[in-house]
C-alpha cells in the first residue's frame, strides 16, 4: 500500500526513566541494566570483567546508549543481586544506593586533565543532589573542542570561545560563566533550583521544558555567555588520545569487549563508538567499525523484536541489509515501533514497524506523517528516496 497515511498502530509505551544498575528495565530479552563508569572510562580490568558478567549473568549483548552508557542485556532477576556485588567489587557503581540513582553523567571523551578534574569533583557532588527526574543528566563538555552539544543532558559544562567555563541550562542559547574550582557546586545548585522552580511533576521534568515556559535561573546562575561553535562530529580513526572505533549499530558481543580490553582502557562515548586509549590500530573484529566510510555508519537501529517487547519487528538484520543503499552522508533509521528510541531526531529515511510491514517517513522523526504505508521487509528498496 502507497500513499501518505498515518500510523495506525503508533501506540507506545514512554517509561520517564532510564535504567541503571539498581533499576534495571524489563525488555524482551530479559532486564536491561545500565552501567555509567565513573567519567566515561574503564580500566582494561573494569573491561574484561563487565564482559565476563555480561556472559555470566546476561545473554552476552552489550549496548552502548547514546548517554555513554553501557547497558548489559538478558539478565536474569535471580543474577541481579550477584551482579551488583561483582559491579561494587569492580568499582563500577557507587557504594550508596542514593548516589548511583543520582548520577546521569556524560564526558567528553576527549577529555584533558582539567576535565577530569571537573568531572570527578562533578561526580563526588552528585551525592548530595536532590531526587531528580529519571531522564534528569549532565554533560560536562569542557575538553578542547567542544563535541557534545546534540548529547542529551539538562545541566551543562561548556567552554566558551575564549576557552572559560560555563554552566548551561538545556534549552538555553546562554551559559553562566564559572570558576572551575566551584563548577560542580555551580551545577549542583543549578539542579536545586530546577526543583525549587517547579521543574518536577509527579517525578518528570526535563530542564529545557522549563526554559521553554521562560523560567530562568537568578542571576549567579543566569545564562550570559555564549558555548563556543561545536566541532566536527568524530569518526572512527586516530585521535590525540588514541584511536576511535565505532559499534554496529551500538551493539557488541561480550567477546568483542573482552577483545578490546585487551588492547586498552576504554573511554565510552555517547556516539556509539568507543576511544581505546593510547591504542593506534585494532583487530578487525566482529561489530567493530574501523572506517569512517563504513556503510554501517549511517544507519541507527533500535534493539527492534524479540530483544523489545514493544517493538513490532526485527528492524536489525533490515537496516544492515539497507547500509549500502545509503548514501555518504546521510541517515537512515531503522525502529521497531513509532517511539524512534535509536534516533529521536529526523533522519533522512526512517522505516518504522507496523503489524503489517513497514511506514516509510521521508526526512522527519519516526513519529512524522509516513509517506509509504507497509512495505514488506522483501519489497524494501530505499535508494530513490534519498
Ligand atoms: S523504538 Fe525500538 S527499542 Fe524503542 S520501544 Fe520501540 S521497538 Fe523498543
Redesign the pocket.
Known sequence: MTGAQPHDDAA?TVMGWCPNALRPMMSGDGLVLRVQPPGGRLTRAQAKALAGLALRHGNGLIDLSSRGNIQLRGIDGADHPALLDHLRAQDLIAAADRAEAARIMTVTPFADSATDRLAASLWSALRRAPQLPGKFGFVVDTGMAPVMQHVPGDIRLERDAAGGIILRCDGAALGAPVDPNNAAEAALALARWFCAAGGVTEGRGRMAALIARGIHPDDGLRGTVAPAPAATPPEPGPVAQGLLVGIALGQMQAATLAALAQVGALRVTPWRMLLIEGAQRCPDLPGLILHKDDPLRRVVA???APG?H??LRPVRDLARRLAPQVPQGRLLHV???A????HPGAADVTLVATARGFDLIRGGTAQDPVARCDLTTDEIEIGSHF
Open positions: 507506545f533500535c534493539t527492534g523489545c514493544q517493538a525502529s521497531g515501533c517511539k524512534g528510541c535509536a
